[in-house]
Structure formats: C-alpha cells, structure tokens
C-alpha cells in the first residue's frame, strides 16, 4: 500500500517534536530519514485521532447524562 509523501513543512514539524538535531534540509535528502519522519507523523496522527475518540466526560458519566 503506498502512501502519499507527506509535505515538507510537517516533517519540519516531526523533527523538532522529536527533538532531532542536526541540518533537517541535508538530513531529509536521505530516503531513511524522510521514511522515518513519515512514519513517525502518521503514527502521531493515528494515537492522537484514537485519544480523541477514546476521550470522555467522566463528569457528564457520573451524572448519568451519558447519551451519544
């Protein structure tokens, strides 16, 4: 399954999240490192769509006004 490249500007974005150092425009020349960046963003992107869905109102639970 191939997946399209992701833009320049958020693989800035996952680098400085994972606190990489080093030039980012010499490193992302390399094939691994773009790979890398990729698939560490779409992880990210995946456990944070999953918390968000996962998230609840315990408050709202503990009132009983539990409907969807």
């Known amino acids: ?4 490249h992701l833009p320049t500007h ?3 974005v ?3 999240l994972l606190h990489m ?10 094939a691994s ?3 890398a960046l990729e698939s ?4 990210r992107e995946t456990r944070e769509r999953r918390r968000a869905a ?9 009132a009983g006004d539990a409907e969807d």
Request: no cysteine; net charge positive; glycine share 2%.
């Open 54 to 62: 996962a998230r609840v109102d315990v408050k709202r639970l503990q």
């Open 40 to 43: 560490s963003a779409r992880a």
């Open 10 to 12: 958020l693989l800035r």
């Open 21 to 30: 150092t080093g030039d980012f425009d010499s490193a992302i020349q390399r």
């Open 33 to 35: 490192v773009r790979d």
């Open 14 to 16: 996952e680098w400085q």
């Open 1 to 4: 399954m191939q997946k399209d």
